[in-house]
């Protein structure tokens, strides 16, 4: 017997997102939601939650279900308390006291460290915080968990934490995952289910699997849509010829067969739809290129937090033009530290003994939070200001970025995070640098705009360091890769 079924669900806000949607989930499915930044997945989760209602369609609960929902943001009334009592608050009042010894159990469950249990969530990592939103939500015991962008701040290590747990010790639970995450798709959906303004898809495999089948429903689809289109065409050229013979014959007989030829015509054409391709917005990078073989020299530099704590040295280091390093480590090890303090000596000017970077390096740089950009700016004011573009200029570029009139005029603080890293990735092209600084610059990005981003990187031969844990992209685009651990930081072959 099936979970949810949703039975022609359709929302439009103020586009369409999706349009009579059918699916049916049961017990131990793990499906993986995919669509491209803005077209939905977050508003069907919530739809599913109860949070709100669509314009169309209807979703029917099986009587008595349980869902557990885990959103992307931690809600700002949890940041003041302690990791234990965050999770501890998931449960009814009347329960907490009798069934607070979940609590330990589901933080065990993600090997969390017991010196964390009472601090405040404000101070845990993002990771840590996402592992307290997914035990909040699986305390509650629920039949279904909505997961919403789950992987998002987890190094390789919690990772797998993670991806253990949901294939192994989630206990049949079912599941409806919005990830952009392809390796993690791969590894822990059983189905996968692409949500699309007209005709979304569903398919018993994971992502990879997937797409490939949907990719050739969509070739099939087009070929019928051509053909239609020519029979429409051949149509209405016949109908013309009619016509024309009636008129000159006088024959009523004629006119009305050309009119019902003409009608035919019309309702193939009616129904002809292209095919829905994911666009949310091209990426593009641009390089504007350096004589200098060595951008930046190491010798040893001591990484610190901005307190002065020592995390790790870097030894000695040089970064040629056109390598493309990849930093990876644990949580918390130093790794968007380092990055800021390569962007204090590139960007801001400022002077770290051992480290050295060519006059001729042009940074581009963007963080996790993309900090870099105005909160208190409108897209279009930020990019007509900084880089000195006519309003229509713009405009243009703004719209090619997958950004509507309303986006454009809004403030960057009430954009989405996707919205948010398109804005930092358009800026970033338009600074034209021949050195990219990018602290987990998929993070937000859909699955086309990932694989933008690398087809981008490649072809213009960018010299870069960045932080991922994007295991596809860092397969696609890494030349180095740099490992942070044990006090230390060594190249891994």
Known sequence: MSLININGLGIASPHRLFHTLNLAIHPGDRIGLIAGNGAGKSTLLRCIAGQTEAGSGEITRKRGLKIGYVEQDLPENLLDLPLIEAIRRALPPADREANAWRCGVALDMFYTPTVLHDRPLRVLSGGWQRFALIARAWITEPDLLLLDEPTNHLDLDRLAVLEDWIRYG???????????????????TTRTLFLRADISRDYAHPFSRARGLMAADDATQEAVLAKDAKEAQRLRQNAGRLKNVGINSGSDLLLKKSKQLNARAEAIEQ????VEQIRSGEIKLSNRGTHAKVLVSLDNIAVTTPDGRHLFRTGALKIFQGDRIVITGANGVGKSQFVRMLREVMCLGDEIPGITASPSAVVGYIDQQ???????????GFIAGSFRLGDQRSLSLLASAGFDIDTQRRKIAQMSPGQKARLGLLALRLTEPNFYLMDEPTNHVDIAGQERLEDEIISHGATCVLVSHD???????????????????????
Do not use: K, W, Y
């Open 170 to 188: 989630s206990e049949g639970v079912a599941m409806l995952i919005a990830s952009h995450d392809r390796q993690f798709l791969d590894d822990c």
């Open 370 to 380: 993309m900090s870099q950009l105005p909160a208190d700016e409108t897209a279009h």
């Open 271 to 274: 129904a002809l739809r292209p």
């Open 471 to 493: 295991r596809f992209f860092v397969r696609a685009i890494g030349t180095r890769v740099l490992v942070v651990g044990d006090g230390g930081m060594t190249e891994q072959g």
